[in-house]
T-cell receptor
Framework: NAGVTQTPKFQVLKTGQSMTLQCAQD?????MSWYRQDPGMGLRLIHY???????DQGEVPNGYNVSRSTTEDFPLRLLSAAPSQTSVYFC????????????FGNGTRLTVT | GDSVTQMEGPVTLSEEAFLTINCTYT??????LFWYVQYPGEGLQLLLK?????DKGSNKGFEATYRKETTSFHLEKGSVQVSDSAVYFC????????????FGKGTKLSVKP
């Protein structure tokens, strides 16, 4: 019963490097999203998707790209990492229906030096 | 815009003490309300939810009642345990939000034996 799987768990990047955070879910959920968690800021929505081929911006999308080619996968790309992107990143999924709760992965801790 | 305000932490209690974590919200329409819990090193897990006014969500001894008149959804537990030490997030989902949740900043609870 895997649920939402995120890889890697930890990553250190140098400023300007690019990378992709992976997220996969096995619950056939239509809705998937990426949040970042920073001290004193709670969780802020980066990007979300309501189905394969559909993505949209959240509250803090700058510096991040996403795509949704399959229902299962929703990778998050950092094009040119900056120290301000040091954070813990969470992927989440749900059925997308009203009142449906989010199911979260265990997070990726990213440090940009 | 829609928002959630939680009491500032950290909160430190002795085992078997009574817990209240305040949460108020601002939202258009009639949101669904959620409490999530995050244990150290893990992602967020749904603790309880309420979908309409006067509903009471409950789970693992925790309760919260959806109060429309005071726009509140305070989390309570009668007798906390050391294992309840975690960060607690209040969140809302507005109808038509396509599954997006808006989170409070979180309240860290530490329970001492």
């Amino acid at each position: 019963n895997a649920g939402v799987t995120q890889t890697p768990k930890f990553q250190v990047l140098k400023t300007g490097q690019s990378m992709t955070l992976q997220c996969a879910q096995d619950m056939n959920h239509e809705y998937m999203s990426w949040y970042r968690q920073d001290p004193g800021m709670g969780l802020r929505l980066i990007h979300y998707s309501v189905g394969a081929g559909i993505t949209d911006q959240g509250e803090v999308p700058n510096g991040y790209n996403v795509s949704r080619s399959t229902t299962e996968d929703f990778p998050l790309r950092l094009l040119s990492a900056a120290p301000s992107q040091t954070s813990v990143y969470f992927c989440a999924s749900s059925t997308g229906q009203n009142n449906s709760p989010l199911h979260f992965g265990n997070g990726t801790r990213l440090t940009v030096t | 815009g829609d928002s959630v305000t939680q009491m500032e932490g950290p909160v430190t209690l002795s085992e078997e003490a009574f817990l209240t974590i305040n949460c108020t919200y601002t939202a258009t329409g009639y949101p669904s309300l959620f409490w999530y819990v995050q244990y150290p090193g893990e992602g967020l897990q749904l603790l309880l939810k309420a979908t309409k006014a006067d509903d009471k969500g409950s789970n693992k001894g925790f309760e919260a009642t959806y109060r429309k008149e005071t726009t509140s959804f305070h989390l309570e537990k009668g007798s906390v345990q050391v294992s309840d030490s975690a960060v607690y997030f209040c969140a809302l989902q507005v109808g038509g939000s396509q599954g997006n949740l808006i989170f409070g900043k979180g309240t860290k609870l530490s329970v001492k034996p």
